[in-house]
C-alpha cells in the first residue's frame, strides 16, 4: 500500500534519533575492532509493501546501498553467517503485482535473493485502502516466481489484525494460508510475517503450533538467525525513502523504536496519560481493521478448486 509521503515532523525526529544511534554503533564496532573482538554476524531484515513503476530507479538505488554495506542472504541459507558480518534479507509483504513487473527485475539483476509474503485470498485480486488498491499477484505468477531467488512466505488468508481475533479464527488463518501455498506451490512454506505487525507471545504459540520454523514481525531487530531466533524482527522500508533514511534503516540505527513504542504504550496505558493525549493518538484505543482485499475474484481463472482438496473452509470462505 502506498503511504504518506509527505515530509512529517516525526519522521524528521526519527531520522535524527537513529543518526546518533548510528554513530553509537560506528563506536562500537570501531571499539569491537580495536580490541579484536569478532562480534557475532548481524542481519538486518527489511521489509517492503509496494514497489510503483515511478519508484523503480529509487528502488534500484536502494538494492545497490544494500550490495554496498552488507551481504545479502537467502532466507532459505541463514545457517552460515560468519561473525563480524553485516548481513541483509529483503522482504515484501501483501504479493503485489508490481514485485513481478518492477522489483523483480532489478532483484534478478544484481542476484539479490528475497523473501515474499502472500496473503492467499487476495491473489489475482487487488488489494489495500479503498481509494488506492493495488493489483496482487495470481497464483499462477506466483507459481512461476524463480525459486532460487525467491521463497514465498504466508501472510494469513485474510489480512486481518490477529490480536483481535478470536484463538480459532486466527488459527485458521495461520494453518489454511500455509497448506493451501503448499499446495499451490507443492513444497514447504515455514515463513510467516504478522499482517500490520499485529503480533502477541499467545500468536508466537500459535504460529509454531501451526508449523511455521520461523516467523517475521514489523519490529527492526538484528538478528543471527540463530536456533533462539525464532520470531526475526524486520524495519520497514519504501522505495520513497530518503537515501539516509534508508542507510540508517539498513545499518541497524531505527533499531530503538521498539522501545520507543513499548515506552509509548506503557505511557498510554496510564488513565491519566491517556485522558491527555487521546487526541493526539486517535488510535491508541483501538482501531477499526476492515478486509482490505477488493475487486474481482480473478483468482478463480486461474485457481481451479481442485488444488484445495482438502481445505473446504478456505474454498467455502471464498465463495462468501
Ligand atoms: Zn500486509
Known amino acids: 500500500m502506498h503511504q504518506n509521503r ?9 531520522l535524527c534519533i537513529s543518526a546518533a544511534a548510528f554513530i553509537g554503533i560506528l563506536l562500537s564496532r570501531g571499539i569491537a575492532r580495536l580490541f ?36 545479502p542472504v537467502h532466507p532459505e541459507h541463514t545457517h552460515s553467517l560468519e561473525n563480524g558480518e553485516l548481513y541483509s534479507l529483503v522482504t515484501f509483504d ?30 489475482g485480486k487487488s488489494f489495500g485502502p479503498p481509494n488506492a488498491p493495488e493489483s496482487v499477484m ?9 525459486e532460487s531467488l525467491v521463497a514465498i512466505g504466508s501472510h494469513t488468508l485474510t489480512h486481518p489484525y490477529l490480536p483481535d481475533s478470536s484463538e480459532k479464527d486466527a488459527r485458521r488463518e495461520l494453518v489454511q494460508s500455509r497448506l493451501t501455498l503448499e499446495t499451490l ?9 504478522f499482517p500490520y505487525g499485529g503480533m502477541t507471545p499467545s500468536l508466537v504459540c500459535l504460529c509454531e503450533e501451526a508449523g511455521y520454523s520461523r516467523i517475521y514481525s514489523a519490529l527492526p ?34 533499531n530503538w523504536l521498539p522501545v520507543a513504542i513499548s515506552l509509548k504504550r506503557l505511557l498510554l496505558g496510564n488513565p491519566l496519560v491517556s485522558s491527555l493525549t487521546r487526541w493526539r493518538f486517535p488510535g491508541a484505543t483501538g482501531k ?17 478448486e481442485s488444488i484445495f482438496p ?11
Open 288 to 304: 477499526v481493521r476492515q478486509s482490505l482485499i477488493q475487486g474481482q475474484d480473478l483468482a478463480k481463472e486461474t485457481l481451479p
Open 310 to 320: 482438502n481445505h473446504t473452509d478456505f474454498v467455502d470462505n471464498r465463495k462468501r
Open 6 to 14: 509527505k515530509v512529517e515532523p516525526a519522521r524528521i525526529f526519527k
Open 138 to 146: 495470481t497464483a499462477e505468477q506466483l507459481r512461476h516466481l524463480p
Open 94 to 123: 501483501d504479493g503485489f503485482r508490481n514485485f513481478l513487473e518492477i522489483a523483480l527485475p532489478e532483484l534478478i539483476d544484481r542476484k539479490v535473493p528475497s523473501l515474499m509474503f502472500v496473503i492467499t485470498e487476495a491473489l
Open 185 to 193: 506451490l507443492n513444497k514447504p512454506v515455514p515463513y510467516f510475517s
Open 36 to 71: 579484536g573482538i569478532r562480534r557475532q554476524p548481524h542481519c538486518m531484515v527489511l521489509y517492503y509493501h509496494s514497489v510503483p513503476a515511478e519508484f523503480r530507479e529509487r528502488f534500484a538505488r536502494q538494492l545497490d546501498t544494500i550490495l554496498r554495506h552488507t551481504k
Open 221 to 254: 531487530a538484528f538478528t543471527s538467525f540463530g536456533q533462539t531466533d525464532y520470531c526475526i524482527g524486520r524495519v520497514r522500508v519504501d522505495p520513497w525513502d530518503w537515501p539516509a533514511e534508508f542507510r540508517l534503516k539498513l545499518a541497524g540505527a531505527y
